[in-house]
Each structure stands twice: as structure tokens, then as C-alpha cells.
């Protein structure tokens, strides 16, 4: 579990170009404590060359004494043994950050199926950048090289919006355990193509309609980014998204072909704690970071 808090005196909401998924990208807890706080000494954030500005939280008008109170509550309370990392951001500054013993600043977290926000942001990129003309592209037209996999002729309707929220309305069981044959994400990563196996689906419900979790179509958009821009998922990101946010250290898992897992299977894109907290300050941001 990695906790960042991003704390803003104004949150606003701005129009995305594509529809997002329904995704907890970051989870926010507002913990009362009223035990015993254990030993834990608060310290200014480090300053590396990262893109972050590091302050202490008295400059920011937060209370060192509660943020030490709540911090060693956190770590001696058995509910929160998977706590790795725990980072505050105000006013776009980091002004507070803990790892466990089981973490450093530099350790890879896998992002799982918080990769799909990052892969909706790529597929936002491609649109203004003109690789894809909008979110109404049919997700066949986009994939011309693979029509001969498709056996629903219906797949036609499927527009990348359809994928991105989830409402493509094709055969897909992601509601069982994942180490259950009848998932159909295990059966994806069981078969010799992924993408093969995604679009030879059939069409169950008419698109846009129905939500439906498919780690599989967002999969599919790995092929996407492939076939519009002749990057790589990684790679289109490096350039337009990683690079530009300071972010170098980073791993992003492949399927049986070489291709990013976008949709978050096998782990995804791993990332430091700190660049995560950026992606969220990103969106708080309209989509703006420093100033860029």
C-alpha cells in the first residue's frame, strides 16, 4: 500500500478528451489516531533532481506534531502492515514522505491496474498530438493490421471511447478470481496472442451501453499506440509523458509479443513513489506540470 495525500485550497475539474475508467488512482485516507504515537521523527523531504520542490510542512501551514502523530499511528497499527510509502503534497511542493523497511525513495512499485489511468493519458497524448483523429476512431480502423483476427463483424461499432470506458460490449468474465480458468484475463495471458484473444470475442451487448471490467481491451490499446504513432507504449510515453515529468526510473512488464501491458496485467508500469504522486498533482493540475 503506498498512501499520497495531495492537499489543494482549490480542486477543480477540467474536460478529458478521452472517457476515463472509473479508477482509484489514488487513495486518500483521512485516519483519526488516538494511540500511543511510537517513535517516528519528522524530516524535510530530501531534495533530489526530480521535479519536486521539498519544503517542511510548517511552511505550509500544516502541523508537524499531527502529521508525526498520525505517521507513527500508521506504522505500529497491524492494520497498515503493507504501508511501503506514505507522501503528503501541498501546494505542489512534497512536504512530507516515509517509507517502511520493506521500501527506499528509489524502490519500483507495480502500479497494476492504476497502469490503465496512465494508458487513457496516453491515448489523450495520441489525440493531441494527431496520431488518432478523436475518441469516435472504430477501434478495427485503428487496428487495420489485425482485422484477421476479428470474428464478430460487429466490432466495427467498438469505438475507442467504447474500450477506454469499458463498454465495448464484448465477451469478458473479470468478475472471479484471478487464478480462476474461467477469468478471462487468465485465459488471455494463457493463449499465445493477446491480442488474437481479445478481438476474436464476440460482441454480447450493444457498445456503450453496459460497463463491464476488461483488462483485455485496455490491453488491446498497447497495439493501438503500436499501429498510430509506431511507438511502443514505454516508448510513447519516454517521450511524451515520462521525460517531460522527470521520470526515468521506471519498468513497464511485456506480453508474449514485447508489447507494454496496459491494461495492468503481470504489474504494469512500476514507478518510485514520488513520480506517482506527480501523475496525480498532473491531473489536479489540468494536466500541467511545472508549469509545462
Given at each position: ?45 530530501i531534495q ?134 474461467l477469468n ?74 514485447g508489447f ?33
Open positions: 500500500m503506498n498512501i499520497i495525500m495531495i492537499i489543494s485550497n482549490k480542486i477543480f475539474a477540467k474536460r478529458l478528451t478521452i472517457i476515463l475508467p472509473v479508477l482509484a488512482i489514488l487513495t486518500i485516507h483521512s485516519i483519526i489516531c488516538f494511540a500511543q504515537a511510537a517513535e517516528y521523527s519528522y524530516k524535510t523531504p533530489i533532481k526530480d521535479g519536486w520542490k521539498t519544503v517542511s510542512l510548517g511552511s505550509v501551514g500544516i502541523s508537524t506534531e499531527d502529521i508525526t502523530r498520525i505517521t507513527s499511528d500508521l506504522i505500529n497499527d497491524d492494520m497498515f502492515d503493507d504501508l511501503l510509502s506514505y507522501l503528503i503534497i501541498k501546494d505542489g511542493k512534497l512536504v512530507h514522505e516515509y517509507y517502511s523497511k520493506y521500501c527506499q525513495r528509489n524502490t519500483l512499485h507495480w502500479m497494476a491496474s492504476i497502469t490503465k489511468a496512465f494508458t487513457s493519458t496516453l491515448l489523450g497524448i495520441a489525440i493531441d498530438e494527431g496520431f488518432i483523429k478523436d475518441e469516435n476512431e472504430s477501434i478495427v480502423s485503428l487496428l487495420p493490421e489485425y482485422t484477421g483476427m476479428i470474428k464478430d463483424s460487429r466490432l466495427k461499432d467498438v469505438l475507442l471511447k467504447h474500450i477506454m470506458s469499458m463498454s465495448s460490449g464484448l465477451e469478458w468474465t473479470e468478475n472471479v478470481s484471478y487464478n480462476n480458468h478471462s484475463e487468465f485465459q488471455m495471458v494463457d493463449s499465445p496472442d493477446w491480442f488474437e484473444y481479445v478481438l476474436s470475442r464476440s460482441l454480447i451487448r450493444p457498445p456503450g451501453e453496459y460497463f463491464s471490467y476488461n483488462t483485455g481491451g485496455i490491453h488491446l490499446l498497447s497495439a493501438v499506440l503500436k499501429s498510430t504513432t509506431g511507438l511502443h507504449a514505454n516508448e510513447f510515453a519516454e517521450k511524451y509523458l515520462l521525460h517531460p515529468m522527470d521520470i526515468y526510473a521506471y519498468q513497464w512488464d511485456r506480453d508474449s509479443k507494454s501491458c496496459t491494461g495492468g496485467t503481470d504489474g504494469g508500469i512500476g514507478l518510485r513513489s514520488r513520480d506517482l504522486a506527480k501523475f496525480g498533482w498532473l491531473f489536479l493540475k489540468g494536466g500541467t506540470w511545472n508549469g509545462k
